[in-house]
């Protein structure tokens, strides 16, 4: 399980011309998965991603979590980040789970999200654009292995 976490003060996504969903200051989270994936991973990216303290405190030191700051975060699904650019000049994502496996775990990942803080997602599997005003910039690699 692979994500790309970006501090925003605001972010939507829009599929088709209609918001799916949209936050105002917190995160925005590029999630995709891989062969081998689990729910304990699942259950180890939530626990990071809720307590990791990349937000100011009243000093401006990333002292703070979106626990702390109350605030929301976008999920969204993002097969690419499996992308093996090694050959050629045409990523190949076969290191990216498809289908019903990722749908599984993409839903799972954001229903645990959700139980602890509020949270809006795009749609799996759907052509999005995805708009957000990055803060600071704070962008944030993780991977559960």
Request: charged share 25%; hydrophobic share 40%; no cysteine.
């Amino acid at each position: 399980m692979r994500t790309v976490i970006q501090r925003a003060l605001n972010a939507s996504v829009e599929v088709d011309k209609k918001i799916t969903g949209s936050i105002e200051y917190g995160l925005v989270i590029l999630v995709g998965f891989t062969e081998g994936d689990t729910i304990q991973d699942i259950e180890y990216m939530v626990n990071k991603i809720v307590n990791l303290r990349i937000f100011d405190d009243e000093f401006g030191v990333m002292n703070k979590s979106i626990l702390d700051i109350n605030g929301t975060i976008l999920s969204i699904s993002q097969f690419t980040l499996y992308a093996d650019t090694k050959k050629g000049r045409r990523p190949s994502y076969a290191n990216a789970l498809g289908g019903a496996e990722a749908i599984q775990l993409y839903d799972i990942f954001n229903q645990k999200l959700n139980e602890v803080v509020h949270t809006e997602t795009g749609i799996f599997g759907a052509e999005m654009k995805v708009n957000l005003t990055n803060d600071g910039p704070v962008t944030i690699i993780m991977e559960s292995r």
